[in-house]
């Protein structure tokens, strides 16, 4: 596991086969398929498993923005709470069951210490923009999640306006810091509005899988 202030991995810096990436130091190349079924043996929940497919989903964009690898972002945000349904005790369980699941695996250390710098209470400084695009995201993504789910017409047509207004209103989607979710964009030097927007546009082509379609997908407005 990469320890707190070694340098991360350089993100895309050699080319990966189609479907597959190289994963530093570890040697290990990703591969989503693999990452899915490790998802599916360790998360029973299906609104966690479709956080984690959001999350993946908005890391992956923030690799096409940032330049970083796309796959290794992706699969970043997607094992980000592996452990979460088996071990939710922040005292004594997530995130710290996946990490070592994920160095037994041979996943790459840069990926390892994002999962563990997502959660401040492990105190791990976010050093990377991929560490930093994933505390901006998370729970981000679970607030978009939360405003599509209410809305006749689903993700389609959400606005950050309309995002921005529901983070004005604290008894919905209580349970999400709102504080990590504007400290989130401050840290990775983006406009809330803008982040809120590629998040938006990173899940509606996902709306069926991650049950934000509506019953009215593409009308009105957010």
């Not at 993100?11 to 189609?18: C, F």
């Not at 330049?67 to 710290?96: A, I, M, N, V």
């Not at 996946?98 to 710098?117: F, T």
């Not at 004005?168 to 809120?196: C, K, M, W, Y």
Request: glycine letters at 12%; a negative charge.
């Amino acid at each position: 596991m990469q320890r707190a202030g070694q340098a991360p991995t350089e993100p895309g810096s050699a080319p990966a086969e189609p479907g597959s990436s190289r994963a530093g130091q570890a040697g290990r190349q990703l591969s989503r398929a693999e990452a899915l079924a490790l998802l599916d043996e360790w998360v029973r929940s299906d609104s966690l498993r479709r956080h984690c497919l959001a999350v993946e989903a908005a890391m992956r964009a923030q690799a096409r923005e940032r330049g970083g690898e796309q796959e290794l972002w992706g699969l970043t945000g997607l094992l980000h709470d592996l452990d979460y349904d088996r071990y939710p005790d922040p005292q004594s369980g997530h995130p710290r069951m996946a990490m070592a699941e994920l160095e037994r695996l041979g996943y790459p250390p840069e990926l390892i210490r994002a999962v563990a710098s997502h959660a401040d209470y492990l105190g791990v400084p976010r050093e990377s923009e991929m560490e930093r695009a994933l505390a901006a995201v998370d729970e981000l993504c679970g607030f978009i999640l939360a405003c599509a789910y209410v809305r006749p017409s689903g993700i389609h047509g959400l606005t950050p306006k309309s995002v921005r207004k529901k983070l004005g209103q604290p008894s919905f989607a209580a349970a999400v810091n709102r504080e990590d979710i504007t400290h989130g964009a401050q840290d990775l030097g983006v406009e809330l509005d803008r982040l809120i927007e590629s998040v938006i546009a990173a899940l509606e082509p996902l709306a069926v899988e991650l049950g934000i379609d509506g019953g009215e997908a593409g009308a009105g407005g957010g």
